[in-house]
């Protein structure tokens, strides 16, 4: 016998604009019918009958929850789909990483739509745990588990036609599949020959001139209210200039911010509190997603599947239920989700621990070239500082001036650690070590001392995973043992064990509000302007590598990087 419920409110009627007293009534899985009364403003008095919110791009990893619990946070919020990028854990381990995150994904009540991996590994100047080419990416997008081709983070790949680039776009549109895109204030001719490629969304948008020109040229605009890059402030307009070519999405969305902030529900209470048209809103969190990818998600619409949620007010926007397919997943601050312990699955090789002479680096010159980060911004400067040494002449940390050590060490093999230097953490003493660094996931060290710094490295490299906390005689971990990206613990506890790193990194002195965002950010080789990877610092506008003194090239490892190359471009 079929299921039978009926749910009484305001219904929004978002591609119709407008709202009336009403009673959805549902039969199964889908609604069956809408009995409709008087219309009533916007404003009245709730509970309002909402189509359900969409993450039009996320990746779930980055939540440090594994899918089956990020549903569960995440239902809360009212959000009950996510179009997803598997590329963190594809980085670490390959094909059976996407596969654990889509069959664990499918014991869950929650719309899960995940795409097929564009960059892996995410450019020939870093190392990954695996390589997806041509052939892996086609055998995925033939899966109905896959529904698009997911981020396209190799812009300098397409507009300079590299052939094993333009082969994967090839592929996707042979496959009918949309392409989702990555360009970082990409503008003018090269913009264009982009778009041209078929690529047909980006959500790196960050001022709103950026906004307005991809969306004069076609391309979607994917709002990002990221933990570590929120950008719904600087953009907000194009939701009301363009609401057809606008979809919101969190990108990386960390346990913290699920906790104590919601999902989709707080981007959407945030653009609307910007004065957004709450239709148009509304529209960019549920129905243009839907059209965009083409995912069997309910639209509150007769003969729809039965995706919906209850909140408050159209302002405050407190989600009360969600529900999925019929049925009540989230129902007054009560997940009904059962809980559920996730296997554990990793690719990290090395297991000695590393000493503070591993991080020494020698000063052959009197200036260093620094990254500098920026508080809740993606973006890095390249600055040239000059150089403190030590007694031995090595270049040390200069917290006084805020220029710490950076280091990058290879998770996958045994190899000599990567030493730079960084400016904006504000830290007066101590380590942070974090395992997630994108996109290749090597662990990654900001610190004063060599001595915490190998500390912190060595508790992250024990745990097989995680972020650490070092600060002479006292340590904080979070142990990620699910490819050195995920917890296996349920959201509140992985929430204020994350929210306590932050906190004790900023007693540190740490000026940013979120530390170990921003250091898992700062390996990111298709994002301006400077990066450090194992491979050695790397600078995004020259496309080669450089050294960490301002007199020095890296002349062997670009010489490397050729071969591998031209080797690549031959075997496709």
């Not at 090395?350 to 070239?369: G, M, Q, V």
């Amino acid at each position: 016998m079929h299921k039978t419920l009926s749910v009484e409110g305001n219904v929004v009627d978002v591609e119709g604009r407008r709202v009336f007293r009403g009673r959805v009534n549902i039969e199964g899985n889908k609604i069956v019918s809408i009995i409709t009364g008087d219309s009533v403003a916007v404003t009245d008095k709730g509970p309002f009958i909402l189509p359900g919110f969409i993450d039009s791009h996320v990746h779930i990893d980055d939540s440090l929850l594994a899918p089956y619990e990020f549903a569960r946070g995440s239902v809360r919020g009212g959000t009950i789909a996510a179009v997803c990028d598997p590329h963190e854990i594809a980085n670490v381990m390959g094909m059976p990483g996407i596969e654990y995150m889509v069959k664990q994904s499918k014991q869950s009540p929650y719309k899960f739509f995940y795409g097929a991996p564009a960059c892996v590994p995410p450019s020939d100047f870093e190392m990954a745990g695996a390589e997806l080419g041509p052939k892996e990416l086609k055998e995925l997008l033939a899966s109905p588990d896959i529904h698009h081709m997911a981020e396209f983070m190799d812009f300098y790949g397409v507009i300079h036609d590299n052939p094993r680039t333009m082969e994967k776009i090839r592929i996707t549109k042979e496959a009918g599949k949309p392409i989702d895109g990555h360009a970082p204030l990409l503008t003018g001719a090269e913009l264009d020959k982009y778009i041209a490629a078929g690529i047909s969304t980006d959500h790196e948008c960050s001022i709103i001139e950026e906004a307005r020109e991809k969306v004069k040229k076609g391309m979607k605009v994917i709002v990002r209210e990221g933990s570590a890059a929120p950008d719904l402030r600087g953009i907000y307009q194009i939701i009301d200039e363009a609401p057809d070519m606008v979809m919101l999405c969190t990108d990386e969305w960390h346990p913290n911010d699920m906790l104590y902030k919601g999902h989709v529900d707080y981007i959407v209470r945030m653009a609307i509190g910007l004065g957004c048209d709450v239709f148009n809103v509304l529209r960019a969190a549920s129905v243009n997603p839907v059209k965009h990818y083409k995912i069997p998600v309910g639209g509150l619409k007769e003969g729809d599947l039965a995706d919906f949620i209850v909140v408050d007010s159209l302002k405050e926007v407190n989600v009360l239920q969600t529900y999925i397919e019929g049925n009540l997943v989230y129902d007054n601050k009560n997940v009904l989700i059962p809980p559920m312990t996730p296997a554990i699955v990793n690719n990290f090789k090395i297991t000695d621990p590393i000493s503070p002479d591993d991080l020494a680096i020698f000063a052959d010159s009197k200036e260093i070239n620094v990254i500098e980060v920026f508080d809740k911004k993606l973006f890095t400067k390249k600055v040239v500082s000059n150089v403190t040494v030590n007694a031995i002449n090595n270049a040390i940390a200069n917290p006084t001036e805020d220029i710490l050590k950076l280091v990058a060490i290879n998770r996958y093999q045994k190899e000599k650690p990567v030493c730079s230097f960084v400016k904006g953490f504000g830290l007066q003493s101590g380590a942070l070590a974090y395992s997630i660094c994108h996109d290749s996931h090597n662990i990654v060290c900001v610190g004063v001392t060599d001595e915490d710094m190998a500390k912190a490295i060595n508790i992250v490299i024990k745990n097989r995973g995680g972020g650490a906390i070092s600060n002479g005689e006292k340590t904080t971990c979070l142990p990620l043992p699910i490819g050195g990206l995920m917890s296996d613990r349920e959201l509140e506890e992985v929430g204020e064990k994350y929210e306590n790193l932050q906190e004790v990194a900023r007693q540190m002195g740490c000026k940013l509000a979120n530390p170990f965002g921003t250091l898992s950010f700062i390996g990111v080789t298709s994002i301006p302007e400077i990066r450090i990877t194992v491979r050695g610092i790397f600078d995004v506008n020259a496309n080669k590598l450089i050294s960490a003194f301002t007199d020095k090239c890296n002349a062997n490892l670009n010489s490397l990087y050729l071969i591998m190359l031209l080797w690549k471009l031959s075997v496709i």
